[in-house]
């Protein structure tokens, strides 16, 4: 008797885009300091398959050691069981884990994009560069969270934030939503992890990560600035409104009610939902949310907005709509040029002597 086939569960989504492609017989750029970056870029490869795979990841040395996370330090985490602690610390990771793997396929998918709208021959090399660094991060990501086997679903809000910037015909606004938005999320998120962990082989794969994710949100800066600023201003302001709508979504996101993923999370750790929000509230209460430990950042405030305000795309008419929406618009600089691979030996990481 012949085994009868399994159908394999759907895991995919497909659906149409409406980016031009873009030709350019000109192979020179307007813009010099994309050579440097592409040159960078090419330097600074690096293969997943290299890093050391048999480190053993130890069940009694949690990922993220609770000292080191905001949750460690709400009352309510506290009070609960040693057990419940160590299964909600061992989830939670899982599931941002997760998150960063499906964020790094939006970003492959994003970046091919831009390869072929963009109309700079140049930023078309660096866009490519980019879409092999997305690639890697995938592999590396898909590795580890299949090495802890713990695999949660992409949260909404992120999925509809890449999917919208994805079905943009402007190439303009397909790096404004990632190289700005979802590349400045990602990179305040993995400096935290990088400073979170003492897992080796996580501490390595967030050290290379990082180190691209930094020339990414370079690229943004370097090709849009000037582009944004020979626009006319109803362009301008256009490409304003898609930056503001794209902080909204994902503002808008965080504070929704749990996914389904982390309503998993807390059922395996045998927490009830409404009394973990109430925790989060009296945590806020107290300022714990709200004040990182020394060395994470605020994606939001310390990279996305002084990011949009730098390249002009916070507009008087936005500045308004970004504070009527209870999302402060920081200018301050200082935490972004310091991530952002202005040169390679001369980052955040490598001023810790962080081995490469």
């Excluded at 813009?31 to 890093?51: G, H, T, V």
């Excluded at 890697?136 to 809000?157: F, G, L, S, T």
Aim: proline share 4%.
């Amino acid at each position: 008797m012949t085994a009868k086939a399994q159908a394999l569960p759907d895991t995919s989504h497909t659906y149409d885009t409406l980016m031009k492609v873009s030709w350019n017989f000109d192979y020179g750029s307007q813009i010099a300091k994309l050579d440097d970056l592409y040159e960078r870029a090419k330097d600074n490869q690096w293969n997943a398959s290299e890093l050391a795979w048999d480190t053993p990841i130890d069940p009694s040395n949690p990922i993220i050691a609770q000292e080191h996370s905001q949750y460690g330090r709400m009352p309510f985490f506290q009070k609960l069981s040693r057990a419940q602690q160590e299964t909600f610390m061992a989830h939670s990771t899982a599931q941002m884990l997760s998150q960063f793997l499906h964020g790094e396929q939006g970003a492959l998918l994003t970046a091919a994009t831009i390869a072929h709208g963009v109309p700079d021959v140049k930023a078309k090399y660096y866009a490519a560069t980019q879409t092999v660094d997305e690639a890697r991060h995938v592999e590396a990501y898909d590795r580890y969270v299949n090495k802890i086997a713990i695999h949660y679903p992409m949260v909404p809000w992120l999925k509809q934030l890449i999917d919208v910037t994805l079905q943009t015909n402007n190439y303009c606004k397909v790096m404004i939503g990632m190289n700005m938005i979802v590349e400045g999320l990602a990179l305040g998120a993995f400096n935290n992890m990088y400073r979170q962990t003492e897992e080796p082989l996580l501490k390595a794969i967030t050290f290379n990560v990082m180190r691209d994710e930094s020339r990414h949100v370079s690229f943004g800066h370097v090709y849009l600035t000037p582009t944004i600023a020979a626009l006319h201003a109803d362009d301008r302001e256009d490409l304003a409104q898609f930056a503001f709508d794209g902080v909204k979504i994902l503002m808008e996101g965080q504070a929704a009610p749990m996914d389904a993923g982390f309503l998993k999370v807390l059922e395996v750790s045998g927490i009830d939902a409404e009394d973990f929000v109430a925790g989060m509230k009296e945590a806020e209460a107290l300022g714990i949310t709200r004040d990182l430990p020394p060395g994470q950042i605020h994606s939001v405030k310390d990279l996305m907005m002084p990011a949009l305000v730098r390249a002009g795309l916070i507009t008087p008419r936005t500045k308004a709509m970004f504070e009527a929406a209870g999302i402060p618009v920081n200018a301050d600089l200082t935490v972004l040029e310091a991530m952002e691979d202005k040169k390679s030996d001369m980052n955040v990481l490598n001023a810790e002597q962080a081995a490469y």
